[in-house]
Structure formats: structure tokens, C-alpha cells
């Protein structure tokens, strides 16, 4: 059998350790992500907390771990946000207003503080660490799975689970182990790379469970080559997007945009993104539209063009229209809306200024495709909520078996959101696992 794997945090590279990993646990946690790495520890701490003995053991397909920690944020990681409620995600709101009431924003600052990470609050809300660096974060973490004696596994790829009597048995890279309780936390299918390939939804289905659709979410669309996009590559400005599903509005929202060489991203284009792909996915139409002048409707706009008519009217077409909108992103405009840019806003005719007005506050992206799963930050769908016990991550389908963050059907708004999923779930899930065990060891009261 394969040696287990262990890590020297100082020089972030794989040491191999003589012991062999034992055939039985109590606790499997697989997949060692931002989830799993939680729910290791606060299992670990469970027991301990309560002087009952029991192997943890996290498995990880990947050779390296934390993958998906380090690349988040920029390389910062956006931990957390300074507020976070039901209505960030997407989900069943009922279940995610709970699971955050149960482990909340505050308690996890006070956590990442007794790990030594300090935290720091940026205009926007979003917690980083005071290091910017993703590594603080990881290190952290894996430190104190360390010191808790969690067994830590890389490249133990997990092939098949299934569960037996009041046992799983676990197949992996290098042979196999049986385990009491067991809580997946593979991730979703976003960034691939980093090792979260969709597989644990295979997982959770050969052990009972539903998957709903999973669609890339948090992810920049693609713009048909014919838009003037490339020209405006970098520049980013605040904008209105409505997303309407077969003539139906089914989101409203403002924030920034970023023009790229291949489309559309930013924010704003990150956070609507899942009802594109979700749509999509379900052969559904879809339109996603913007008003460049948020806040103001099109009669607005259109008595501010007049009055700028009568006011200026010497002045050119791009000079009046960078007074609402950056001057780049005016002149591409014009000249899609068959504009002279140049021309003085006398001149312009009454078909040209409504071609124009329309453009400005109802503009219809002409999207070819979302960048796809290597792009994305997050997974939308997965295991329903509702076969999930909210107050400990249980399965309502298998005892002793817990799912935990980007598994489960919700995904967040970008800003922290989705860590703070993964690290509620993650400890909701360690915490339940272990008092489960705790209970089950107490010999029954004297009669």
C-alpha cells in the first residue's frame, strides 16, 4: 500500500511518511478544498473536545493540495464578506438562510483569527487576508488539520464508494478503506484543473442521491465576433444588465463591467452569468440586455439628449455622450449604431438619436457561449438541498453521510460568498460527524 502523504508547510512540497495509511477510520473526508480541509478540523476538534478517540482521514485526489485556495482572489483569496445573507445564493433560501445562522460570518473572522490569519476589509465588503496572499489561508489550514492529527492523503483519487450495512467502503488510488462516517467534499466541476472534475456528483448518485443540472457559473460570455468588444478590451464602467428568459425578467442587477478580446466579464457579468448558462443548458431563449446609464430610464435619457441638443449644440456626438459613458466605450457606439462620432449633436437625425437612445439603455448582448468550466469560479446545481439535513449536512437518503459546499445545489454571488459556504457546510458537516460518533460511544444511562 502506498505511503500517506504528509506536508512540510514551510516548504510546501510533499514528504512521504513510512507508516502506512490504515484500511479503517472513523471519519473519510474526501476532497481536501476549502470544505474539506474545515470539515477535517472541526471534526478532529469534535472529538478531542469530547475525549473520544478516532482517525480522521482526508483524501485528495491531487498530488499538491489547496489548488483552487491559491488561484482564488487574484492569489489573495477573498475569504469572506463582511455580510452575508440568504439572498447572495441561489438555492433553496429557506436552507441557506439556516445553514449561515448556524455558522455565521463572525464566527468564521473569529476562526481564521485563532488559525493566525487576520483579516482585512476591502470598500466592497470582501475580507482578504491581511498578507494578501492566498498561501496564508492554506497554510493555516493545513497546519491545523496537522496539529488536530488529521491524516492527510494526496493523489488518493477516490473511484468508487459504497456503503454497507452501517459502513463505506472506500475505493481509492491505492487500494481501498472502510470508514463509520464519511463527507464528501469534492467541489463542483468549475476549474477542472485544480482537481474538482464533477466526479463526486457521480459519487453522491451511485449512493442514492439526485444531481440537479450543473452549468458554469461566475463565468465571462463570449460575444460574437462581430461586436466591437476587442476594441474595449480593459476598460470597465458601471452598467444596468437585465437578463430576460423567454420574455420573462428574471434578474435586474448594476455593477461594473469589463469589456475582454473575447467578450464580456467583470463583476456584474460574473454574478448573471448562471441564469445564461442555466437557461441555455435547458434550451431555453435568453437575452441579456444593458443599460449603460444606470439608474435612468430611456425617457430620461432622452430629455438629457435634448437638452444637450439645445445647449451645445456645436458639440460632437462622443464629446456630449463621454458626459454619461466612458469616451472609448461612446465612440464604439456610434459607429455600431452607424453614428458618426464626430458629428455635432445639431446634426443628428431623429432616427439616429432613437437608434442611439435604444442602445444606451437597452443594449442586446449578442452572446455566442459562456467561456466554459476552466473559466469559471463556481458550479451551479448539484446535490438538491433538500436531501440534506441543514442542521448537520447529513443525507436524508444515507445515515452517516454529509456533503458539504460547491456539491451541494448553491452557488453565490462573487465576493467571498462561495468560501463562506464552503466553510459553514464544511464545519456544519466536521462538527455533525464527529458529535455523531461522540454519541454512539456514550455507554446508555443506568435504569
Not at 84 to 96: A, L, P
Not at 321 to 348: G, V
Not at 349 to 358: C, F, H, P, T, V
Request: glycine share 8%.
Amino acid at each position: 500500500m502506498s505511503p500517506v502523504m504528509s506536508y512540510v508547510i514551510q516548504k510546501q512540497a510533499p514528504v512521504s511518511i513510512t507508516t502506512p495509511l490504515s484500511r479503517c477510520a472513523n471519519v473519510v473526508i474526501v476532497g481536501a478544498g476549502a470544505a474539506g480541509l474545515t470539515a477535517a478540523i472541526a471534526c478532529a476538534d469534535g472529538l478531542t473536545r469530547e475525549s473520544t478517540s478516532g482517525r480522521v482521514i482526508l483524501l485528495d485526489g491531487a498530488k499538491r493540495i489547496g489548488a483552487k485556495i491559491l488561484v482564488s482572489g487574484g492569489g489573495r483569496c477573498n475569504v469572506t464578506h463582511d455580510v452575508v445573507t440568504s439572498k447572495d445564493f441561489f438555492g433553496n433560501r429557506n436552507i441557506i438562510r439556516n445553514v449561515m445562522a448556524a455558522r455565521s460570518v463572525q464566527q468564521t473572522i473569529a476562526w481564521f483569527a485563532s488559525l493566525g490569519v487576520d483579516l482585512k476589509r476591502e470598500p466592497t465588503g470582501k475580507l482578504f487576508p491581511t498578507t494578501d496572499r492566498a498561501r496564508t489561508v492554506l497554510d493555516a489550514l493545513l497546519n491545523r488539520a496537522q496539529s488536530a492529527e488529521v491524516t492527510i492523503c494526496p493523489d488518493y483519487r477516490v473511484s468508487e464508494i459504497s456503503w454497507v450495512g452501517s459502513e463505506f467502503r472506500i475505493a481509492h488510488r491505492h487500494g481501498s478503506m472502510h470508514a463509520a462516517r464519511l463527507i464528501l467534499a469534492t467541489g463542483g466541476q468549475s476549474l477542472p484543473r485544480t482537481g474538482s472534475d464533477g466526479f463526486g456528483y457521480q459519487l453522491a448518485r451511485s449512493l442514492g442521491h439526485r444531481v440537479t443540472p450543473t452549468v458554469p457559473a461566475l463565468v465571462p460570455l463570449v460575444l460574437e465576433p462581430s461586436m466591437f468588444h476587442a476594441t474595449l478590451s480593459g476598460l470597465s464602467h458601471e452598467v444596468e444588465l437585465i437578463t430576460v428568459v423567454e420574455r420573462r425578467e428574471v434578474d435586474r442587477r448594476t455593477g461594473s463591467l469589463l469589456w475582454t478580446h473575447f467578450g464580456i466579464s467583470g463583476p456584474v457579468v460574473l454574478d448573471v452569468s448562471r441564469f445564461w448558462t442555466l437557461a441555455t443548458h435547458h434550451g431555453a431563449r435568453v437575452d441579456l440586455c444593458a443599460n449603460f446609464v444606470p439608474g435612468q430610464t430611456h425617457e430620461e435619457v432622452k430629455v438629457w439628449f435634448l437638452t444637450q441638443v439645445a445647449e451645445y449644440p456645436k458639440r460632437s456626438l462622443t464629446r456630449s455622450l463621454a458626459l454619461l459613458i466612458p469616451e472609448r466605450f461612446a465612440r464604439s457606439l456610434c459607429l455600431y449604431c452607424s453614428c458618426d462620432p464626430q458629428q455635432s449633436m445639431a446634426q443628428i437625425s431623429r432616427i439616429d438619436r432613437n437608434r442611439l437612445l435604444d442602445a444606451l439603455t437597452r443594449f442586446r448582448f449578442p452572446v455566442e457561449r459562456d467561456r466554459g468550466w476552466n473559466f469559471a469560479e463556481v458550479t451551479a446545481g448539484g446535490v438538491p438541498l433538500e436531501e440534506i439535513n441543514y442542521r448537520t449536512m447529513e443525507s436524508k437518503v444515507v445515515p452517516g453521510l454529509y456533503f458539504t459546499g460547491e456539491m451541494l445545489d448553491c452557488d453565490g454571488r462573487i465576493g467571498g460568498f462561495n468560501f463562506q459556504w464552503a466553510w459553514s457546510t464544511g464545519w456544519l458537516a466536521g462538527q455533525s460527524a464527529a458529535g455523531s460518533l461522540v454519541t454512539q460511544s456514550k455507554p446508555p444511562p443506568d435504569l
